[in-house]
């Protein structure tokens, strides 16, 4: 139909260019450098804290204590930096895939790059929805049309046309096609573009907190602040009582770092980094961390047909001629009849020349298969294009060909056949033969032809020309072989799927049923809804699952509509249009195969492989992503009870000292790493899509996971309180203390495997698989072992070696305190732990 495109540039070439004039970015995210990071961790409340201490065992003349401080100061540092590095990372490789994309040939072929990888030279092929990679002269263009907002200002679209003066004929990188198609050369990538030389920045908005980010800072700020004014307090009274203002400051820093719950946020940006990651593990990309905070509460999943419940491999499977049944073709291995050539060759002069949707490459294989050369048009030139718009759903190519201009159009049958003025009879014959067709799950479209001299302005609108209907095509696309049984699955966890699709309403519903979609309804049509008001709207939700020859801002009503009853939306979508449904939507879900770059950037997640069953898998990963964090917020509230207490009570007992910041710290070095990264790799629990969706309004720090932790941690410290107080009456202060310290260990042990599993059969949390956990643990009876044992480090944490049987006794205390909490799970049922 047009000359040969161009090869572009060769691999090779493209990767020299790349090499000599780097990346096409204007501000490229600078990685972190691990002296910035440490600056950062320095500044950390709990390191300054321990900083404090060893200058305060220093003025002591406790060298052992100061120099125990400052080597766990270091071991700090080193995991947080591990940890820091890692989520970089992470962090790094997401951006990598969620760069903005361009389609360009190199070598002959067109092929999907990451918008970074732009070289000069090379060609772009743009598209509506496309944003512009670069800067580029055109070299073809249809009916072109640009956004140029984010550079002059004015929202009203640009007309582009090839040969033009002035900017006319150049389109700029970050611009938005609007309309049309082109092939544009690149004149310019990155800092040297237009948006570059008049330094516009294009570097990442900072996006706002999250809603777990601003509970979770009200809960740090709310302990910080408490720890501090009851560490004064401690400090005014030790020095006031007992004379000893630096043992006074001592103990009000040990309580400060009991009190300050440092690794909240921690946890945060760790899950939140790794939950990401684990997401793209199954080809999906999540934009937002709110996205992923949101995935375990969605109850409604709206998902388009084509390529996400279907393969999206289509082929022709049925022509059917305008005389009826018996001008019927079926893609069985017969020839195709000539009286259906024109049929055929219509519905490919309506189609894009390189062809990205899959019906349209059907199209066009099947026309190199079946049709002669002179039915392809080698030497004709488009003219004119009329795009697929809501209020037409076809397409319109106006050809200037060898005798006048040709004019072929495509779409919905119904659409197609009202241009073309059919008497009554026909359009109930038409009708009937594409409810046939859609009934064995084929997709139907109609073709019809005109001809318009070449003297004449074209029509404003495809309406103006006199169609000539020619038939209908029917695709088949297999529905996805995954999609039954994840259908199932989301119906077990609480989410109601509905379809909602631009096909003919017979088509949508075989789908449905084979799909398990089918509620006994018919599906709802676009006309149906546009005759709606809300409240009625509201009812036929409840009612229907199948939506079809649904529009783009019915897709929009669709979703404000559920919303409106209180759902958790998510949605799919892939064009322009289908932006605002995406926006408006929970969780925003687009096609990353075939997904415009408008559609990318309104959604929460992309669908690298737009599969329905990727959909599923993210829902039910948010899941375990909320319920891990759940765990390792409860642990860490838990653990700080007794942490705390064993640091007041000799204060308001009248004992000496427990717990020292060398003590605190050593404890820090086990919580750290099992609240960041132990409970994060716990795997999901049996019933993680057995069970309803959460209510998103519900805190994540509820009064019910607030009195289980706290129970949980006051448990702990009155059995190693008890411990401590009966040591004293035989054994040595020191001796007593180290008692009491291996308590306190192996009670964390026991906290850990209390809340590694939300479930309540018992000891649920002990033989859940976690290598990680069990590395954690050997270190840290290593290090208790080493504290105890070797001699210089016993006195730095002014232990004396207790008898075996104390010894015995306190792992007994951490055993006794693992069953004491089973026990505890089984009378306090789940919902009440929050």
Known sequence: MNETPPRGLSADEAARRLQADGPNELNPPQRRRWWQMLAELLREPMLLLLLAAGGIYLLLGDRGEALMLLGFVAVTVLISLSQEQRTERVLEALRDLTSPRALVRRDGESQRIAGREVVLGDLLLLADGDRVAADATLITAHDLQLDESLLSGESLPVDKRVGSESDAARVFAGTLVTGGQALAQVTATGPRSEIGRIGKSLGEIGAPPTPLHRQTRRLVRLFSVLGLVVSAVVVTLWGLLRGDWLGGLLAGISLAMSMLPQEFLLILTVFMAMGAWRLSRQRVLARRAATIETLGSATVLCSDKTGTLTLNKMAVAELAGAAGAELTWRNEGQVLPEALHPLLEHAILASESEA???????????????????????????????????????????????????????????????????????????????????????????????????????????????????????????????????????????????????????????????AGLDGGLPALTGTEIAAMDDAALAQALRRHAVYARIRPEQKLRIVQALRAQGEVVA??????????????????????????????????????????????????????????????????????????????????????????????????????PVCSVVFEAEPEEEDVMQRPPRDPAAPLFSPGLLAWSAAQGLLLLALVAGLYALARLSLPADSARALAFVALVSGNVALILANRSASGRWFAGWLRPNALLWQVLVATAALLAAALAITPLREVFRFVLPPLPWLAAALGCGLLCGLLLELLKQAWPRRWRG
């Not at 049709?371 to 795009?387: G, I, N, Q």
Request: some cysteine; aromatic content about 6%; charged content about 20%.
């Open 356 to 514: 990205s949707d899959p019906m349209e490459r059907a199209l066009h294989a099947l026309g190199q298969q079946r049709l002669p050369a002179d039915r392809l048009h080698p030497a004709w030139t488009l003219a004119h294009e009329y795009a697929l718009s809501g209020a037409l759903p076809a397409m319109t190519h106006v050809w200037r060909g060898d005798a006048g201009q040709v004019v072929s159009i495509k779409g919905a049958s119904e659409a197609v056949a009202g241009l073309c003025r059919l008497p009554a009879e026909g359009q109930a014959a038409l009708a009937q033969q594409a409810t046939a067709m859609a009934a064995r799950g084929l997709r139907v479209l109609g073709v019809a032809r005109a001809v318009w001299p070449a003297d004449q302005a074209w029509p404003e609108s495809p309406a103006g020309f006199a169609w000539e209907w020619l038939g209908l095509v029917g695709f088949a696309d297999p529905l996805r072989p995954e999609v039954p049984a994840a259908i199932r699955e989301c119906r077990a966890a609480g989410l109601r799927v509905l379809m909602i699709t631009g096909d003919h309403p017979v088509t949508a519903s075989a789908i449905a049923t084979q």
């Open 571 to 672: 949605m799919t979508g892939d064009g322009v249009n289908d932006a605002p449904s995406l926006k408006a939507a929970d969780i925003g879900v687009a096609m990353g195969g075939r997904g415009t770059d408008v559609a990318r950037e309104a959604a929460g997640l992309v669908l690298l492989d737009d599969n329905f069953d990727a959909i599923t898998q993210a829902v039910r990963l948010g899941r375990r992503i909320y319920d891990n964090l759940r765990k390792a917020m409860a642990f860490v509230l838990a653990v700080h009870v007794p942490i705390a207490g064993l640091s007041l009570l000799p204060l308001l007992l009248g004992w000496p000292p427990l717990l020292t910041p060398v003590h605190i710290a050593f404890l820090e070095l086990l919580i750290d």
